[in-house]
């Protein structure tokens, strides 16, 4: 049966038996019972599934996770304690020291630190390119020991949509996986996985949970990358695993468990960025009306762009949904039924109008966060890419005088209100 994007929000991932719960249960439990070490011991030696410990896997996650795996189209997902965690995870599973990864410039500034500062101290370097780069651009940028390609679909706060399918293309020319950062868009308005991607992260924190109630993270993969054609490349997924009884990933668990296996028991079983059984609850209950409050979110954000866009005290727009915004085309190819809820704009008299407009408001809240029930706005320069200098933020998308308003799901006349009257 082909499900609608709604009816996997509501019904995929956890099939209840007769007189089980209905609701997804939160096994809030660390550590799971057997009757005799030797059951126990085909779960360590990856002969049998099941649950032994939470730090690597507990029931209540693997049920969302199986939701959105099917949201995205995936074969295979896990959660993580954060979307900065399923960054560090999804490059990590498949690169190391001395290697290197090409990533769009327009990411996240936090995404940003942990790929040019942290990861970079542990000897895998990156290369920054523009998004709007050409083939010959992108195709320059690569190296022997390029392991994968990353970037967002809709770039925070930057706005920028990326063209998947041409940076996929370029990708796979090099024998990579194209990684994407899918929190803006969510699967509910672009599932990158159709445009040849092929690992696909979130920050569940944003849309998916979309009440600010609980910290997560979500990598998800496609099972279409074959690692055996590319063995030289990825040992870790092609070569005996000595610290699990040597085990060969990609042979024992194919393309479409390979991958998300590794990360599970190797990467969180040493670094343990678990998501709680209680935040995967949480989650889920967002995820049961993601598709609905999607389009309200973008049908705001639109709302909100339009009358920025009018207004003589505002220097520049961003959304991707208006007519003549240069990301215009490739929203209408990727993103045909709406984008996100997240405008960025500059108030003219830059940096000190910025904050002295963000301090006028009453609807919106100044908080580090976005892609919330209830709006809130935040000036990057000042607090998330406030380690960027002025060339890296400008490579970045950010100019100093960039206010990042997220539209909540509150009615559109309010928040046009609550804008106006801050601006005057």
């Given amino acids: 049966m082909n499900k609608g994007i709604g009816t996997k929000c509501v019904q995929d991932g956890y099939t209840p038996g007769n007189g089980e719960p209905r609701q997804i249960p939160i096994i809030q439990s660390t550590t799971f019972k057997y009757s005799t070490s030797q059951e126990m011991g085909k779960l ?18 693997d049920y969302v996770a199986a939701k959105i ?4 189209g995936g074969t295979a997902a896990m959660l993580t304690s954060s979307g900065q965690a399923a960054n560090f ?8 020291c001395g290697d290197h990864i090409i990533s769009s410039s327009t990411i996240y500034g936090g995404t940003y630190n942990l790929f040019a500062v942290t ?19 992108l195709d320059a940028a690569f190296r022997p020991n390029t392991k994968a390609v990353f970037g967002e679909t809709i ?14 293309d370029a990708a796979h020319r090099h024998g990579v996986p194209l990684i994407i950062d899918n929190t803006f868009a969510t699967p509910v308005h672009c599932r990158p996985f159709e445009w040849g991607a092929d690992i696909v992260t979130h920050s569940t924190t944003k849309y998916m949970d979309g009440h600010g109630a609980g ?25 005996p695993d000595d610290s699990y009884h040597g085990v060969t990933y990609a042979e024992r668990f194919g393309k479409e468990g390979a991958y998300i296996t590794k990360a599970t028991v190797q990467l969180m079983r040493d670094f343990g960025s678990i998501q709680s059984p209680q935040n995967a609850y949480l989650l889920n209950l967002g995820l049961e009306s993601l598709h609905v409050r999607m389009r309200r979110h973008a049908d705001n954000g639109l709302a909100v ?17 208006l007519e003549g915004d240069e990301n215009y085309e490739l929203a209408q190819k990727y993103l045909p039924e709406g984008s996100c809820g997240v405008v ?36 990057p320069a000042s607090s998330t890419h406030r380690q960027m200098n002025d060339e890296e933020l400008v490579a970045a998308g950010v100019g100093p005088d960039l206010v990042r308003l997220s539209c909540g799901l509150e009615d559109a006349e309010d928040l046009i209100a609550d804008i106006a009257q801050a601006l005057e």
């Avoid at 762009?305 to 949904?321: N, P, S, T």
Wanted: charge should be negative; hydrophobic fraction near 40%.
């Fill in 155 to 168: 770039a925070n706060p930057a706005l920028t949509v990326l063209d998947i399918e041409r940076f996929a």
């Fill in 89 to 96: 995870y999804a490059v990590f599973n498949i690169a190391s």
């Fill in 215 to 239: 910290v997560g993270g979500c990598i998800v993969d496609s099972g279409r990358f074959d690692w055996l054609s590319h063995a030289d490349k990825y040992p870790g997924l092609c070569e």
């Fill in 305 to 321: 762009a339009r009358f920025l866009e009018g207004h003589d005290r505002i220097a520049w727009v961003k959304y991707c949904g």
């Fill in 344 to 379: 960025s704009f500059g108030v003219k008299g830059g940096r000190a109008a910025a904050e002295e407009f963000m301090a006028k408001l009453r609807i919106a809240a100044i908080e580090t966060h976005v892609a919330d029930a209830r709006t809130c706005c935040l000036h």
């Fill in 119 to 137: 990861m970079k101290k542990m000897g895998i370097e990156f290369t920054f390119v523009s998004p709007h780069a050409t083939d010959e651009e």
């Fill in 69 to 72: 795996a099917s949201l995205e």
């Fill in 44 to 61: 360590f030696d990856l002969e049998a599934s099941g649950y032994f410990y939470t730090r690597l896997q507990n029931p209540t996650n």
